[in-house]
Each structure stands twice: as C-alpha cells, then as structure tokens.
C-alpha cells in the first residue's frame, strides 16, 4: 500500500510538471491552432539558464539564489518565446497549415544544438543547495523539494487561471482563440495577445524547467525532446486548446506513468519491464482518444469545411 | 490545321522521349561521376537520398494526398528492416531470398498501416498526428526491449551481419561484373534502389490521376463534400495508410540488407520528422516536389557534415565550434529559412500555388472559368 501511496506521489510531481508544459502548448494551440513544437526546448533552456545562474554564484544561501536563477531563466525563456514567434510563426500565419509545423520543427533543432554549443553534451548535474527533508505521508515519503514543486505548480495554474478569467489581457486572450478576426474588430491588437501568450507560455516552462531538472538533479540539452512530448501528450489528453484539460492531462499523466512503471512488472508476470514507462502514456492517450475523439475535457468540435 | 496538331503533337513525344532517354544516360553514369569525383562517402548518400525518395513518397500519399498528418512514418519502415534482419540473418538462422522478403515486409508494413489506421479515422488534424507519433515511438520502444524473456528483436544492440542483398547467385555486396563492366558494390545498390525508386515514383504518378487519387484529394481538401460524393471514406483513408506503409516497408526492407546492421536508433521520432520534412518543404502532394525535399533534405546536412570543420579551419584557422552541433543548427536555420521564403514548399504543384496566393480553393476555380 505504501508503494502505492509512493506512487501516487512521484506521479503528482511528475504530473505537475507535465501540466505546467502542457499549458504553454495548449494556450498556443487555443489561440493559434499551431502545435508550437519548439516548447519542449525552451524548457530545456529554462533548466540549463536556472542551473548555470546557480553554479555561477556558489555564496549565497538557497532562498536568494533559486528566485534569483528562476527569475533569469524566465527573462531569457520569455525573450527566445517572444523571437520564435516573432521570427518563425508569425510570417507564416497566413501559410498552409504544416508550414508552421515545419518551422516549428527548425527552430527546435536550432535551440537543441545552440544549446549543445554553449553548454556541451554533457549531463549537467543539479548543485544540492535546494532542502532535503523528508516527510511521512501515510507510509511514504516525500521530500521537502517534491512538496514545494506540487505547491509552486498549483499556484502557477492558479494564477493563470485567474489571469484568463478575470483580466482584461485574459478577455482578449479568450476572445482572439475563440475568433481573431472578430477580436480584432472589437479592437483587440491580436498581434500583442498571441506575442503575450507566447510570453506567459515560456515563463511556465521556465518554472517548469527549473522543476525538473531539480527534481532529477540533472539537466541535458536533450531532456527538453521527451519532456516536451509528454507535456503535448498530456495537453491532447485533456482536450488540446483547453486550460483545465492539460492541468487534468498532466497530472493523470504523470500518476499513470509513475503507477504503470512500478506495476507493469507485476501485472504482467515479469513479461513487461519497467522500461515500458514510456509506452503507457501513449497506450492511455490512444485508449481515450478511441473513445473521446477530442480529449478528456475537450468541446465535441461539430464537424464543418 | 489538324495536321500542324498532329505534327506538333509528334514533335511534343518525340522531345519527350528524347528527354526520358537523356535523363536515363545522366542517371546511369551519375554514380560513376559522383564516385569518382567526390568519392564512395558521397555514392552511398546518394543511395541514401535514393531510399529517403521512397520514403518521402509513401508518405506523401498519406500526408499530401489524402492530407493525413502522420508523424510517425518510421514506424513503417522500422517494420520492413526489422523484417528483412530477421529473415536474412544469423540471428534466427535465416536466409531467405530479397524475393520473397521485400514484398512480405511490403504486405506487413502495409497491415500495419492499417492496424494504426483503424482507430485513428475518426480523429483530425492534430490529434491524429500525435496518435501516430505515439504509435511510432511504441513501435521504437518495442524493438527497443524485445529482447527478453524471448530475444526478438536483440534489444538496443540491434541485429547485426545481415544479409546484403543478393539476387539468384549474385550478391550486391561484392563488385560486379556484368557484359566485361565492373560495377562497385555501392553502384549495384544504385541501381537496384534507382529501379525500386522509378517503380514507386511510376505507382504514384498513376495513383495520383487515378480514381482513388482523387478520392485523396477530396477527402483532403473536404472531408464530408467527399463523403457526400459517394466516397467511402473509411476505406479510401484505410487504403492510403497501407499504400503509404508499404512502400515504407519496401524501403526499410532495402535499408536493412544495404546496411547489414539494425537497431531502434535509427528509427527514432526524428526520423519521422525528417521524412515529413521532406514532403512539406518540398511541395506537399506534388511528385516531383516531393522527390526534390527527399534528395535536398538527404544531402544538405552530409554536406553540412563535411564542410562545417573544414570551413571553421579556413576562416579560423581553429575548429572553434563542435561541427556536429554547428552542422544540425545549420540544417534547422535551412528549415526555418525555407519555409518562410517558400510557404507552400520547394516545388509546389500549379494548383496548390496559385491556391496559396489566393486564399481558397473556390477563388482558384473562379480564376479557372
């Protein structure tokens, strides 16, 4: 039972990290329609900014130190947000439909190598500055680190949730994804909203990056790839272009990704070995999408030309 | 009159023949001139390009026909290697002929083309791509861990001394020798896949006009128009799933026994995406097009390969930069830069064009009367 409980815990950490990805590819997909696949990677930059700010200045103690990288690592994601869209969609708006996609593609071989050039191809290990507690909840453990992640997370999706619903930029926002030309005839500036969610999208992922490569101690100029393809899982999970759809993807995400590891071995005799981890996510994804062709939480689209 | 269009008409065949036979010889001496003048490196990425056109092609029946976002096209190609690595290797004991296992590989990667088919035909757009790109990386992981409690696929390792191909008594692994010409090893598998490649190229032209190409088209450009036409969508979407995982099990049958080495690493996402590049910064749905993306996106990062250290040596004088990484962030500025200078692709059909500068379909038909 405790194995379980630990489980579930390892798989809420995961998952609000996934959640927190999936937002950005969901707020982009709301109001584009564009999967933005370059994502992935600007999580991946976020983690190695955050990590290299808190390798640069070994003095100062943790609490100074972690905003300080995080507030960094967001400066830096949210201008590379900003330029990608500026540089690689925005021309492009008018393109067919797989044009974006392809660009979206490139840029995200040029963040990956850029990233390889200025920091190498080597795993970068997490200096342990972060607390180290642990804690007993019903059997299991969790650490001080996974507690403040989940809390983080939840305050993030919070705050966003907030900034849709109750702000003038959030109308705009809801607007321009429900019909950018009639947005625009109400005198919302659709060009400044889509640059604004591309902001907002990059600062989670700067967070999120920060999250993860504390949570593994360890950052690579790859982890960005399959990070990024998990989170875009998750986001089609729940019901791509919808808020409380990835938040729900990403989470259940990572529980049935942290449970089928620890129980795929028991379940089917020995057969199957934990290292189909990745497999069960796309398993569930296909299972549900048979079933709810457009996510969890997604609106049933009516079909039209 | 009438005779000046027959004559004129004689004239347009006999300038077509006379260009089919002058394309012929150049791509018949072609290997002899690339091997000797940039060497065998450079003939096998011609052979290379010659298998990534068979690829682009399949995929561009799914993708640009019938408009169908498949991300994770390796898959099929995965299937027809790891097909012909099993049955022509020592890991089973098996030796069975290139006859008998290409068009096996074929007719499985075709089955499962439509096994990914099935549940996915009611999906869109980009739910659709992220099913097949899921199914893609389950088929990777799975080749990838076949290796207990019964050793399939030999894991990780891949599966290694594989067959070359060889025809009756005839092995293209060893140079032959043919009417008094030695041909290379490297120039044997030219012209087999050049063969194998002008037959895929020669199937798509004709599916393209056909019934079922336009069965395609429609079904891309509006789905429920074409179902209200009478097409049965269900098994026109079925067929090119199959159509297009086949001759991706034709090709990966091909890599495997020019190769004579397998592993899941070759099959990863990135593969897929390459070849969906190839379609796309070609020219979706245009043949020639898609032919063009398949041999630049083939050749241009070889290239980048081989003049990123030397370029940095020249104006350095110092390699300053990892040419590896430089060469692939080369490649994604290519892919960014082309696609915002040609939109609609490389080479795009007239159609399509002309559809680009004007917005819609129905503005095209307007100019058309």
Same mark, same amino acid.
């Given at each position: 039972m405790d194995i379980f409980i630990q489980q579930i815990i390892n798989g809420l950490v995961l998952g609000s990290i996934y959640a927190l990805v999936a937002l950005g590819y969901t707020m982009v997909y709301g109001i584009?329609?564009?999967?933005?696949?370059a994502h992935g990677e600007v999580v991946m930059i976020g983690a190695m900014v955050a990590l290299f700010v808190i390798k640069a200045l070994p003095g100062l103690p943790a609490i100074v130190l972690v905003p300080l990288a995080l507030v960094c690592a967001a400066i830096v994601c949210m201008t590379i947000g900003f330029a990608i869209e500026r540089i690689a969609y925005r021309p492009l708006r008018?393109?067919?439909?797989l044009a974006p996609l392809i660009t979206a593609i490139g840029v995200s071989i040029i963040l990956q190598n850029l990233a390889m050039l200025i920091w190498g191809r080597n795993y970068h290990a997490f200096p342990p500055i972060l607390p180290s507690g642990e804690h007993d909840v019903f059997g299991a453990t969790i650490t001080s680190l996974q507690i403040v992640i989940i809390v983080v997370a939840g305050l993030m999706m919070g705050g966003l949730t907030l900034l849709i619903r109750r702000t003038r930029l959030g109308r705009a926002m809801r607007a321009t994804s429900e019909n950018p030309p009639i947005a625009q005839l109400m005198g919302v500036n659709i060009n400044q909203i889509i640059s604004a969610t591309f902001v907002i999208g990059s600062a989670l992922a700067a967070v999120a990056g920060l999250m993860v490569s504390a949570n593994y101690s360890i950052a690579h100029y790859y982890m960005g790839f399959m990070l990024g393809l998990k989170a875009f899982t998750a986001a089609v999970l729940g019901g791509i272009g919808n808020l409380a759809g990835a938040m729900l993807g990403g989470l259940l995400l990572g529980v049935i990704e942290s449970l089928g590891a620890g129980y795929i071995g028991d379940l089917t005799g020995g057969f199957?070995?934990?290292?189909y981890q990745d497999i069960f996510a796309f398993f569930v994804l296909i299972g549900v999408l048979i079933f709810r062709p457009s996510g969890l939480i997604g609106e049933r689209v009516a079909e039209r030309a | 009159m009438a005779a000046l269009t027959f004559d004129s008409l004689r004239h347009d065949r006999r300038t077509a023949i006379a260009a089919a036979v002058g394309i012929g010889i150049v791509l018949a001496v072609f290997p002899f001139i690339v091997g000797t003048t940039l060497g065998n490196s450079w003939l096998r990425i011609l052979d290379f390009a010659l298998l990534y056109i068979m690829l682009a092609l399949g995929l561009n029946i799914v993708?640009?026909?019938?408009g169908l976002l498949d991300m994770g096209y390796i898959a099929f190609y995965a299937v027809g290697a790891y097909l012909y690595a099993l049955l022509a290797? /020592?890991?089973?004991?098996l030796h069975l002929p290139v006859w008998a296992i290409i068009p096996l590989g074929a007719v499985l990667a075709g089955i499962a083309g439509a096994l990914l088919g099935a549940p996915t035909l009611r999906l869109r757009g980009d739910y659709l791509a992220i099913v097949t790109l899921g199914f893609g990386e389950i088929v990777r992981i799975f080749m990838n861990n076949l =290796?207990? /409690? %019964?050793? %399939?696929? =030999?894991? /990780?390792q891949g599966i290694s001394s594989i067959d070359p191909i060889h025809l009756g008594g005839i092995t293209l692994a060893k140079p032959l020798t043919v009417a008094g010409i030695t041909v290379p090893s490297l120039h044997a598998y030219y012209y087999l896949f050049l063969a194998l490649a002008l037959l895929i190229i020669f199937v798509s032209l004709r599916l393209e006009d056909s019934r079922i190409g336009r069965a395609w088209v429609a079904i891309r450009e509006d789905e429920i128009a074409a179902k209200a036409c009478g097409i049965n969508t269900r098994n026109i979407k079925l067929l090119a799933f199959t159509m297009g995982a086949s001759f991706g099990g034709v090709a990966g049958g091909l890599f495997a026994g020019f190769q004579g080495f397998v592993s899941p690493?070759?099959? =990863?996402l990135m593969e897929s995406v390459m070849v969906l590049c190839m379609v796309v910064l070609g020219g979706m749905g245009h043949i020639p097009g898609v032919i063009l993306g398949g041999v630049m996106l083939t050749i241009l990062p070889e290239f980048f390969r081989h003049s990123a250290g030397p370029m940095q040596l020249a104006v350095f004088?110092?390699?300053?930069?990892d040419p590896e990484a430089l060469r692939m962030l080369l490649f994604g500025l290519a892919l960014v830069a082309v696609m915002l200078y040609r939109p609609a692709g490389l080479w795009p059909s007239t159609i399509r064009r002309r559809e680009f500068r004007n917005g819609s379909t129905a503005d095209v038909l307007k100019e058309g009367e």
């Open positions: 584009m329609g564009l999967i933005n696949f008018r393109a067919p439909k199957l070995g934990s290292h | 993708v640009g026909f019938a290797s /020592p890991h089973f004991g =290796n207990a /409690p %019964i050793n %399939i696929t =030999n894991g /990780p690493e070759s099959f =990863n004088g110092k390699i300053i930069l």
